[in-house]
């Protein structure tokens, strides 16, 4: 799975989970096909604060 993959994937992830989102909560959603480290790998790439996640999340979902 590609980084874009994981991308929406884990915004969909954020979006609807209703309690704590973790990466390990994340693989085993999709049957372990992305591993948590994969996950973890993703999310550290990047240094964003849950304010600028919110604004890539919510204009990829205004285009939608």
């Given at each position: 799975m590609n980084?874009?993959?994981i991308f929406d994937?884990?915004?969909?992830y954020l979006i609807?989970?209703?309690?704590?989102?973790t990466a390990t909560g994340l693989?085993?959603?999709v049957d372990?096909?992305?591993s948590h480290d994969q996950v973890t790998r993703f999310i550290s790439q990047?240094?964003?604060t849950s304010k600028?996640?919110?604004k890539v999340i919510k204009k990829n979902?205004?285009?939608n």
């Open positions: 980084t874009p993959d994937l884990y915004m969909d609807t989970s209703f309690s704590y989102t693989s085993g959603l372990n096909e992305i990047q240094d964003l600028e996640l919110w979902s205004e285009r």
